[in-house]
């Protein structure tokens, strides 16, 4: 399979928890990996591995999988976290590099 | 302190090519993998292609009749050539470098350090 799935838009208050998915058949057998990216910026890698927090991340993010759907969990969202987020990972062969469509945090 | 810088030119006619390099500073470009990915404005992101220290290519099956990579070892740059343009490949394209991931039975890649990205507008 080709594709990862994630919802267009979530939507959360400030000091609440965002959960942010993405499916594929893919991720029962590949890590996935976490880009933001905010308004004129480039991504910036989030999580990598499924679970691994990359350099300079806060702990409020974090991440989990299970089975063919990882989740990206933002703990406590502030303001500054309003981004477009973006899941990523390869096909089960190896071969291709498959990027998710991408969900909209918006911190009300 | 690793950077990337896209350049290349800004405006490219229909039917041309478009060539970007990727500058890299603060590393080496063995042992990684060099990445080309693109976004369409407002869209989300695209996987372009891969490129290694060896010269070993993977390209997005989309795209890969027109792509060319190129990596330049020793002058720590690698390039893209896209043929035959039109409007829908008019985007922002950026570089970024990709980790292996470990362990892992099969390849995967994830990209831990990207450039600003250049706007690319394929127009006559």
């Known amino acids: 399979s080709y594709e990862l799935t994630q919802a267009p838009s979530v939507s959360v208050s400030p000091g609440q928890t965002a959960r942010i998915t993405c499916s594929g058949e893919?991720?029962?057998?590949?890590?996935a990996h976490w880009y933001a990216q905010r308004p004129g910026q480039a991504p910036v890698l989030v999580i990598y591995q499924d679970t691994e927090r990359a350099s300079e991340i806060p702990e409020r993010f974090s991440g989990s999988t299970s089975g063919a759907t990882v989740t990206l969990t933002i703990s406590g969202v502030q303001a500054e976290d309003e981004a477009d987020y973006y899941c990523?990972?390869?096909?089960?062969?190896?071969?291709?590099?498959?990027f998710g469509g991408g969900t909209k945090l918006t911190v009300l | 302190q690793v950077l990337l810088q896209e350049s290349g030119p800004g405006l490219v006619k229909p039917s041309e090519t478009l060539s970007l390099t990727c500058i890299v500073s603060g590393a080496s470009i063995p042992p990684y993998y060099w990445i080309w990915i693109r976004q369409p404005p407002g869209k989300g992101l695209e996987w372009i292609g891969f490129i290694n220290y060896s010269g070993f290519t993977n390209y997005n099956p989309s795209l890969s009749s027109r792509v060319t990579m190129s990596v330049e070892t020793s002058k720590t740059h690698f390039s893209l050539r896209l043929t035959s343009v039109t409007a829908a490949d008019t985007a922002v394209y950026y570089c970024?470098?990709?980790?292996?991931?470990?362990?892992?039975?099969?390849?995967?890649?994830?990209?831990?350090?990207w450039g600003r990205g250049t706007l690319v507008t394929v127009s006559s």
């Open positions: 893919a991720l029962s057998r590949q890590f």
């Open positions: 990523q990972s390869s096909d089960r062969s190896g071969t291709y590099v498959l």
């Open positions: 970024a470098r990709g980790i292996l991931v470990q362990p892992s039975t099969v390849p995967g890649w994830y990209f831990d350090v």
